[in-house]
């Protein structure tokens, strides 16, 4: 078979993450290797009103084939959100809904990359993002991750040095790191995509997962003609329905994003984007946004304190202020991935941070998890996630 | 823009009939365009009953990340209804459920071609296939298809020739042309692809479609580790869902799609697989099939009256056993593009058969679809058209 397939799938790596997951899956397994938002956060009777509503309101419709683009009055809905939220010059028309933001990592890289185009993105990076650019054979560049944010002489050096197709990054609560980026680094990445005409890819799914309710402004904020923002509903709403949308002002490649969408699956689930917009309209979504928020915190709360207590001191890790994981760095040297296979023995589960570099190296990092184990199954899976790094 | 785009994606045609939809969906515009069921055939009570019991019934799950290949039950499902309705040996495990089968064209396209790779299809051929494929940049081999199926002798010529990739057919009630494979033919196809050992995709969203209620198995019976099976749920049940779904025997085959899946969209919409899988669990399918082929069998007797009477006689056209198109074909050296100019002018709309050839020819035929309009109507636009054919 392998002489059949494509060039391009044999150098997609399947996601290492859904391989963990099948092994982390048993019952007896204290799992932080999952990235699932807690259940209770879905607002299920709330969607089953809107999903009666809907059907008596609209009929047929929300059964029926529909435009690429996305239904017309959840689009204006996110407009007018990015509006007042980000006061970003931002109208339906910008918008095209995706089956959820994995879907607008692929439509990315299916429009802007041809083998051997330069890829910035951050070190370590998000996995889907990985895989779906791996599709297209780029070059990928990698930019170290600090504290606050990207490594800016790094990331000039880059863009300065190669013809780089665009720049991918998750300023917020990022996913592995749960790094968030300062202001500086903000405006520091900014100039830079500016000075070197570089497409910024910003993506979203967790900025308003903040634990002090801040909202967190987007680096391309007045520059949107030559970014591309992604946003999604997985994380605040359902990501079982895969709702996600892309904001791209520039009419042209918005059209082409539009034909690879429409080769794509012609247009995402309409039913569900007629219920996610009823839902919208009859309930105050802020609100409950703001107790999603209240409970990662205080799961990462409780995960920080056990990891203080029970990790030894040559293990650091990040302190995040939103979102759902935080990045663990063993002694140098060490390989999470050997950690990993004992801990499964142990019955406790994380991601070793290999998967999330592109350039193949043994990695003494790990993401961990909070949103999806409750306080008691958290503090005993870290103690003996501890124990064996003794 | 051109310039940053990739090259793949430059050479993907934009569709032709959702530019011409855009055209025929004003209110006083009679489109004989689209592919839409009717949408009296939807069974939206029975699905709203399952919604309700869904939620209910297993929670959170049902708003969850799920897996990648889809929810275990619906493919026990499809899988038992293959072997007991098409004595097809079938199991969950050989099945992926897609996001529509335009994903599933994306997909085999993805991991199938390289640049350059020889594709066999019908010509015409289906639009969405011919759409997905292109950006993946193969060399289409088009086969002429006549009444009984696909002219056998270029069949042969094309596989003997070419080293090709794989052939896609569409052997029941094709789109755009309603043309069904006869016995023969379908065992001329599959010795064909046999002796050449090349990959069969064969797509089959119209097969239940049958005006006589017959079933017409599978090309590929008993072959079917070296071929694909394409199905859909978008014209028995709903298509605004988009839920579809590929049997693939082959172990390594069927991994890499799941990567390809995986990278599309992580999973196909869940909450809209159980919905699904108890609709079809809670109701008689195969009796809202049959009220189906009731409904279409009629319409399209009543086009083709209507065609009879309105159309001159060197207009000649397909008279389907199923499905929702019908061909015609005007005169040789007449632009069905240019009457498409002047019938809109008259507030009536098909589609010309230029996008569904891959060769760029001005075509001098046309789509016509019969499921989505009333009889009245029907016979309106068709005389409308024959006026114009004088």
Not at 60 to 85: D, H, M, N, P
Not at 299 to 311: D, G, H, L, R, T
Not at 331 to 347: C, D, R
Request: charged share 25%.
């Amino acid at each position: 078979m392998n002489h059949i397939v494509s060039e391009r799938i044999r150098q997609t790596p399947p996601s290492f993450i859904r391989g963990i997951l099948k092994v982390a899956e048993s019952e007896d397994v204290i799992s932080f290797a999952g990235g699932l938002p807690n259940p209770i956060s879905f607002p299920q009777e709330a969607l089953k009103k809107s999903m009666n509503r809907i059907i008596t309101e609209y009929g047929s419709r929300v059964f029926q084939y529909a435009s690429t683009a996305g239904l017309l009055s959840l689009r204006e809905y996110i407009a007018e959100k990015y509006r007042g939220q980000y006061n970003l010059d931002v109208c339906a028309e910008d918008i095209i809904i995706t089956t959820g933001s994995q879907q607008a990592l692929d439509l990315i890289g299916k429009v802007l990359i041809d083998k051997g185009d330069s890829v910035l993105l951050e070190e370590p990076g998000y996995l889907g993002a990985i895989q779906a650019f791996s599709q297209y054979q780029p070059n990928f560049c990698g930019v170290a991750l600090q504290e606050d944010g990207p490594d800016i002489a790094q990331f000039e050096e880059i863009l300065q040095n190669r013809k780089v197709k665009f720049a991918y990054v998750v300023p917020n609560f990022q996913n592995p790191t749960g790094i968030t980026y300062s202001e500086e680094k903000r405006k520091a990445v900014l100039a830079l995509v500016r000075k070197y005409h570089c497409i910024l890819v910003e993506d979203d799914p967790y900025g308003e997962l903040s634990f002090d309710g801040k909202v967190r402004g987007y680096i391309s904020k007045g520059e949107l003609n030559e970014s591309i923002l992604l946003g999604s509903f997985s994380k605040i709403v359902t990501p079982g329905m895969r709702l996600g949308f892309m904001i791209i002002k520039n009419e042209r490649l918005r059209k082409y994003i539009n034909t690879a969408k429409e080769a794509a699956d012609l247009h995402s689930n309409i039913f569900a984007q007629y219920c996610l917009y009823d839902y919208v309209l009859h309930n105050n979504l802020q609100e409950h946004i703001q107790n999603i928020r209240y409970l990662y915190k205080e799961q990462c709360e409780s995960m920080i304190k056990a990891m203080e207590m029970y990790f030894p001191k040559n293990i650091t890790f990040t302190r995040p202020q939103g979102g759902m994981f935080i990045w663990a760095i063993l002694p140098e040297g060490q390989s999470a991935k050997a950690l990993f296979e004992q801990a499964i023995l142990k019955k406790v589960a994380f991601v070793p941070g290999d998967p999330f570099y592109t350039d193949g190296r043994v990695a003494n990092t790990m993401r961990l998890n909070y949103t999806n184990a409750s306080k008691e199954i958290m503090v005993e899976g870290i103690r003996r996630i501890g124990e064996l790094c003794k």
